[in-house]
């Protein structure tokens, strides 16, 4: 564990590899004469598990795609692990044939047609510059020319592959989708449980676009990818421009408001006073009047 410390961007392409410096360590574990006997059983036992688990890598090529894929390790890592020729044999072909569904089509220009019967000649002149062209294509595939290039160092495959995504773009989106499947289902399974948790009893009433957003959002933040302090000033900034505006509005809008109810206060008064000096009554009659009416 300490080698290999809990990292939540652990690949399915490390499986192999790991496997194997697992297993070499044991061996030695086992092997070593100066152990205690109980310690060298249980690297035995340790090896009879790992040797379980190796063995069903072979039910899936994307082990052994992750392998080929990876510019550090390519043939030449099989080899170093004593692969026998005809599982490596097995493991290019199988690449190859999956190759073929990422691989651009070639599209052969059209035969002129002929206006005589002399442009015979001239058309299969053209065929043989078809058929010349279509080999230098074929040699000059995207994934035999990477499989020639001997192996280098590279520590980060999915970067290297980034790189390169503009000389060999379908081979690189190949190398996409086989390089970064999970070792494992806990990432997806914790996406799903915070899908859940962010799909309450109270928000049903989310789009799948912002639930789809907060899960992606949340995970970057877990990932360390999301700078708080820009968080925090991006927040701000756009509190401002959303709140000052509307502030100064409402502010003009409430006192307008207030303006316009005092006016209409003063008028109704007035005409309430007027009303009573016409008929008679004194300031204060009406409501005593309307008292004794209600008594009634």
């Known amino acids: 564990s300490r080698h290999y410390p809990i990292n939540p961007k652990h690949l399915f392409l490390q499986v192999i590899p790991l496997i194997d410096d697992l297993h070499a360590w044991l061996k030695d574990v086992a092997a ?12 035995q036992q340790g090896i009879s598990a790992l040797n379980k688990y190796y063995s069903l890598t072979d039910e899936s090529h994307i082990s052994r795609f992750g392998l080929l894929l990876h510019p550090m390790y390519k043939t030449e890592y099989m080899r170093a692990q004593e692969w026998p020729a005809s599982w490596i044999a097995v493991s290019l072909d199988l690449i190859r044939g999956v190759w073929k569904k990422y691989a651009p089509k070639a599209q052969a220009p059209a035969l002129a047609q002929a206006t005589d019967p002399t442009s015979l000649r001239s058309r299969l002149n053209q065929y043989k510059t078809q058929m010349r062209t279509a080999t230098t294509t074929a040699t000059l595939d995207q994934l035999e020319c990477y499989l020639a290039q001997e192996p280098l160092s590279c520590e980060d495959p999915l970067q290297w592959w980034e790189e390169k995504r503009a000389v060999w773009p379908e081979l690189a989106k190949m190398a996409f989708d086989y ?16 899908g859940r948790r962010t799909v309450s009893l109270y928000r049903h009433s989310l ?17 360390g990818l999301v700078d708080d302090n820009e968080l925090v000033a991006m927040i701000k900034a756009k509190a401002g421009r959303a709140g000052r505006p509307r502030q100064a509005v409402s502010e003009d809008e409430d006192s307008h408001s207030e303006g316009e109810g005092e006016d209409e206060d003063e008028d109704e008064d007035e005409n309430r006073v007027d009303g009573a000096e016409e008929d008679g009554f004194a300031e204060g009659t009406e409501v005593a009047y309307l008292d004794e009416n209600m008594i009634l």
């Open 179 to 194: 390089l970064s499947i999970p070792a494992t289902s806990v990432d997806v399974e914790r996406a799903f449980s915070y």
């Open 207 to 223: 789009s799948s676009d912002t639930i789809r957003a907060s899960i992606v959002f949340g995970n970057r933040c877990i990932e």
């Open 32 to 43: 070593a004469g100066t152990n205690h006997l109980a310690v060298r059983h249980a690297a």
